[in-house]
Protein backbone atom coordinates (compact mmCIF):
# COMPACT_ATOMS: atom_id res chain seq x y z
CA UNK A 1 0.00 0.00 0.00
CA UNK A 2 0.83 3.60 -0.13
CA UNK A 3 0.15 6.40 2.49
CA UNK A 4 -1.13 9.82 1.36
CA UNK A 5 -0.93 12.76 4.19
CA UNK A 6 -3.39 15.45 3.62
CA UNK A 7 -3.99 18.25 6.23
CA UNK A 8 -7.71 18.44 6.88
CA UNK A 9 -8.47 21.66 6.39
CA UNK A 10 -7.26 24.45 4.74
CA UNK A 11 -9.64 28.21 5.20
CA UNK A 12 -9.35 30.71 2.44
CA UNK A 13 -11.14 34.35 1.74
CA UNK A 14 -12.83 34.47 -1.28
CA UNK A 15 -10.30 35.77 -4.12
CA UNK A 16 -7.53 34.58 -2.13
CA UNK A 17 -5.06 31.05 -2.86
CA UNK A 18 -5.98 27.84 -1.54
CA UNK A 19 -2.60 25.18 -1.76
CA UNK A 20 -3.85 21.57 -0.77
CA UNK A 21 -0.83 19.59 0.31
CA UNK A 22 -0.63 15.79 -0.44
CA UNK A 23 2.58 14.08 0.86
CA UNK A 24 3.70 10.59 -0.04
CA UNK A 25 7.56 8.90 -0.43
CA UNK A 26 9.03 10.27 -3.34
CA UNK A 27 5.19 11.22 -4.81
CA UNK A 28 7.06 13.39 -7.12
CA UNK A 29 8.02 10.15 -9.01
CA UNK A 30 4.06 9.63 -9.39
CA UNK A 31 1.12 10.71 -11.09
CA UNK A 32 -1.10 12.47 -8.92
CA UNK A 33 -4.82 13.16 -9.73
CA UNK A 34 -7.06 15.43 -7.91
CA UNK A 35 -10.59 14.69 -7.15
CA UNK A 36 -13.45 17.92 -5.76
CA UNK A 37 -16.21 16.42 -3.40
CA UNK A 38 -19.42 18.86 -2.51
CA UNK A 39 -21.49 17.69 0.03
CA UNK A 40 -23.92 15.41 -1.02
CA UNK A 41 -21.73 14.76 -4.65
CA UNK A 42 -20.02 12.14 -6.10
CA UNK A 43 -16.09 13.25 -6.50
CA UNK A 44 -15.51 14.90 -9.28
CA UNK A 45 -11.79 14.77 -11.26
CA UNK A 46 -9.95 17.99 -11.07
CA UNK A 47 -6.79 17.80 -11.78
CA UNK A 48 -5.14 14.56 -13.52
CA UNK A 49 -1.50 13.70 -14.05
CA UNK A 50 -0.28 16.18 -11.30
CA UNK A 51 -1.07 19.29 -13.33
CA UNK A 52 -3.79 18.97 -16.33
CA UNK A 53 -7.00 19.41 -16.32
CA UNK A 54 -9.97 17.79 -17.62
CA UNK A 55 -12.28 19.41 -20.27
CA UNK A 56 -14.60 21.94 -18.22
CA UNK A 57 -12.39 22.35 -15.56
CA UNK A 58 -11.54 26.30 -14.90
CA UNK A 59 -8.05 27.15 -15.27
CA UNK A 60 -8.33 28.60 -11.53
CA UNK A 61 -7.12 24.93 -10.95
CA UNK A 62 -3.70 23.57 -11.21
CA UNK A 63 -1.82 21.04 -9.54
CA UNK A 64 2.38 20.40 -9.10
CA UNK A 65 4.27 17.82 -7.82
CA UNK A 66 7.81 17.06 -6.63
CA UNK A 67 9.87 15.17 -4.40
CA UNK A 68 7.55 13.80 -1.26
CA UNK A 69 5.12 16.60 -1.75
CA UNK A 70 2.05 17.03 -4.33
CA UNK A 71 -0.24 20.38 -4.35
CA UNK A 72 -3.14 21.21 -5.80
CA UNK A 73 -3.61 25.48 -6.37
CA UNK A 74 -7.04 26.91 -6.57
CA UNK A 75 -6.42 30.54 -7.44
CA UNK A 76 -8.86 33.34 -6.93
CA UNK A 77 -11.01 31.44 -4.58
CA UNK A 78 -15.03 31.53 -5.13
CA UNK A 79 -17.70 30.35 -2.68
CA UNK A 80 -18.69 27.29 -5.01
CA UNK A 81 -14.90 25.90 -4.61
CA UNK A 82 -16.06 24.82 -0.41
CA UNK A 83 -15.62 21.09 -0.96
CA UNK A 84 -13.56 18.07 -0.25
CA UNK A 85 -10.42 17.46 -1.68
CA UNK A 86 -8.51 13.87 -2.58
CA UNK A 87 -5.23 13.47 -3.93
CA UNK A 88 -4.62 9.39 -5.42
CA UNK A 89 -1.87 8.07 -6.80
CA UNK A 90 -1.15 4.23 -8.42
CA UNK A 91 1.16 3.04 -6.31
CA UNK A 92 4.16 0.52 -7.65
CA UNK A 93 1.77 -2.60 -8.08
CA UNK A 94 -0.41 -0.14 -10.19
CA UNK A 95 -3.10 -0.02 -7.33
CA UNK A 96 -4.82 3.08 -6.59
CA UNK A 97 -4.65 4.81 -2.86
CA UNK A 98 -6.42 8.21 -2.37
CA UNK A 99 -5.09 10.65 0.37
CA UNK A 100 -7.05 11.20 3.10
CA UNK A 101 -8.77 14.11 2.52
CA UNK A 102 -8.98 18.21 2.87
CA UNK A 103 -11.49 20.17 3.73
CA UNK A 104 -11.62 23.70 2.14
CA UNK A 105 -13.28 26.00 3.96
CA UNK A 106 -14.26 29.58 2.11
CA UNK A 107 -14.48 32.29 4.65
CA UNK B 1 -21.26 10.88 -22.63
CA UNK B 2 -19.82 8.42 -20.11
CA UNK B 3 -22.39 8.00 -17.06
CA UNK B 4 -22.50 5.38 -14.63
CA UNK B 5 -24.94 3.74 -12.30
CA UNK B 6 -24.59 1.89 -8.98
CA UNK B 7 -27.43 -0.41 -7.84
CA UNK B 8 -28.21 -2.91 -5.24
CA UNK B 9 -29.80 -3.22 -1.73
CA UNK B 10 -29.57 -0.28 0.73
CA UNK B 11 -30.02 -2.48 3.48
CA UNK B 12 -27.71 -5.49 4.37
CA UNK B 13 -27.26 -7.88 7.40
CA UNK B 14 -24.27 -8.79 9.68
CA UNK B 15 -22.44 -11.92 7.65
CA UNK B 16 -24.52 -11.12 4.55
CA UNK B 17 -23.26 -10.95 1.30
CA UNK B 18 -23.74 -7.66 -0.77
CA UNK B 19 -23.81 -7.51 -4.61
CA UNK B 20 -23.38 -4.51 -6.16
CA UNK B 21 -23.94 -3.68 -10.00
CA UNK B 22 -22.38 -0.60 -12.15
CA UNK B 23 -24.25 -0.07 -15.34
CA UNK B 24 -22.63 1.69 -17.25
CA UNK B 25 -22.96 3.92 -20.77
CA UNK B 26 -20.61 5.96 -23.18
CA UNK B 27 -17.41 3.58 -23.40
CA UNK B 28 -17.16 -0.40 -23.49
CA UNK B 29 -14.88 -2.10 -21.37
CA UNK B 30 -13.67 -4.21 -24.08
CA UNK B 31 -11.87 -0.77 -25.29
CA UNK B 32 -8.05 -1.30 -24.49
CA UNK B 33 -6.97 0.49 -21.23
CA UNK B 34 -10.22 0.85 -19.82
CA UNK B 35 -11.38 -0.05 -16.81
CA UNK B 36 -13.64 0.55 -13.82
CA UNK B 37 -13.37 0.73 -10.34
CA UNK B 38 -15.42 0.56 -6.84
CA UNK B 39 -14.60 2.97 -4.51
CA UNK B 40 -16.42 3.29 -1.27
CA UNK B 41 -16.78 6.28 1.17
CA UNK B 42 -18.25 5.83 5.47
CA UNK B 43 -20.58 8.44 6.27
CA UNK B 44 -17.97 11.61 7.01
CA UNK B 45 -14.70 9.81 6.40
CA UNK B 46 -12.54 9.59 3.14
CA UNK B 47 -12.27 8.04 0.14
CA UNK B 48 -11.03 4.23 0.06
CA UNK B 49 -10.67 1.84 -3.17
CA UNK B 50 -11.68 -1.43 -3.36
CA UNK B 51 -11.59 -3.41 -6.68
CA UNK B 52 -11.16 -2.63 -10.11
CA UNK B 53 -11.07 -4.63 -13.58
CA UNK B 54 -9.58 -3.90 -16.68
CA UNK B 55 -10.90 -4.50 -20.37
CA UNK B 56 -8.28 -7.53 -20.50
CA UNK B 57 -9.74 -9.33 -17.38
CA UNK B 58 -7.01 -7.74 -15.18
CA UNK B 59 -8.44 -7.64 -11.34
CA UNK B 60 -7.22 -5.73 -8.65
CA UNK B 61 -8.33 -5.28 -5.02
CA UNK B 62 -7.21 -3.71 -1.75
CA UNK B 63 -5.01 -5.65 -0.25
CA UNK B 64 -6.64 -5.08 2.99
CA UNK B 65 -10.14 -6.65 1.83
CA UNK B 66 -9.00 -8.66 -1.32
CA UNK B 67 -10.55 -11.89 0.77
CA UNK B 68 -13.69 -10.69 0.82
CA UNK B 69 -14.44 -8.67 -2.99
CA UNK B 70 -14.80 -10.54 -6.21
CA UNK B 71 -15.24 -8.13 -9.12
CA UNK B 72 -16.73 -9.42 -12.27
CA UNK B 73 -17.51 -8.00 -16.16
CA UNK B 74 -20.18 -8.64 -18.31
CA UNK B 75 -19.36 -6.82 -20.97
CA UNK B 76 -22.14 -7.07 -23.42
CA UNK B 77 -24.50 -6.12 -20.65
CA UNK B 78 -22.41 -2.66 -19.81
CA UNK B 79 -22.31 -4.50 -16.33
CA UNK B 80 -19.48 -4.39 -13.57
CA UNK B 81 -20.42 -6.59 -10.51
CA UNK B 82 -19.02 -6.41 -6.81
CA UNK B 83 -19.73 -8.74 -4.63
CA UNK B 84 -18.26 -8.34 -0.75
CA UNK B 85 -18.86 -11.34 1.79
CA UNK B 86 -19.04 -10.81 5.55
CA UNK B 87 -20.62 -7.61 5.98
CA UNK B 88 -20.21 -5.89 8.98
CA UNK B 89 -21.53 -2.75 10.55
CA UNK B 90 -18.18 -0.81 9.62
CA UNK B 91 -18.96 -1.67 6.03
CA UNK B 92 -21.59 1.22 5.98
CA UNK B 93 -20.45 3.36 3.12
CA UNK B 94 -21.64 5.09 -0.21
CA UNK B 95 -20.42 2.50 -2.75
CA UNK B 96 -19.34 4.63 -6.05
CA UNK B 97 -18.19 2.74 -9.36
CA UNK B 98 -16.03 4.83 -11.69
CA UNK B 99 -14.51 4.58 -14.53
CA UNK B 100 -11.02 4.40 -15.36
CA UNK B 101 -8.73 5.26 -18.45
CA UNK B 102 -5.34 6.15 -17.90
CA UNK B 103 -6.06 9.52 -16.23
CA UNK B 104 -7.28 8.71 -13.13
CA UNK B 105 -11.44 7.68 -12.03
CA UNK B 106 -13.31 10.08 -14.04
CA UNK B 107 -16.65 10.02 -14.29
CA UNK B 108 -17.94 8.74 -11.36
CA UNK B 109 -21.47 7.14 -10.64
CA UNK B 110 -23.82 9.04 -8.36
CA UNK B 111 -23.09 6.25 -5.28
CA UNK B 112 -25.43 4.30 -3.33
CA UNK B 113 -25.23 4.14 0.58
CA UNK B 114 -25.37 0.75 2.23
CA UNK B 115 -25.92 0.00 5.95
CA UNK B 116 -25.38 -2.66 7.74
CA UNK B 117 -27.48 -3.68 10.48
CA UNK B 118 -29.20 -5.97 12.17
Known amino acids: SYVLTQPPSVSVAPGQTARITCGGN??????VHWYQQKPGQAPVLVVY???DRPSGIPERFSGSNSGNTATLTISRVEAGDEADYYC??????????FGTGTKVTVL | QITLKESGPTLVKPTQTLTLTCTFS??????????VGWIRQPPGKALEWLAL???????RYSPSLKSRLTITKDTSKNQVVLTMTNMDPVDTATYYC??????????WGQGTLVTVSS
Open chain 2, 98 to 107: AHEHFTGFDP
Open chain 2, 26 to 35: GFSLSTSGVG
Open chain 2, 53 to 59: IYWNDDK
Open chain 1, 26 to 31: NIGSKS
Open chain 1, 49 to 51: DDS
Open chain 1, 88 to 97: QVWDSSSDPF
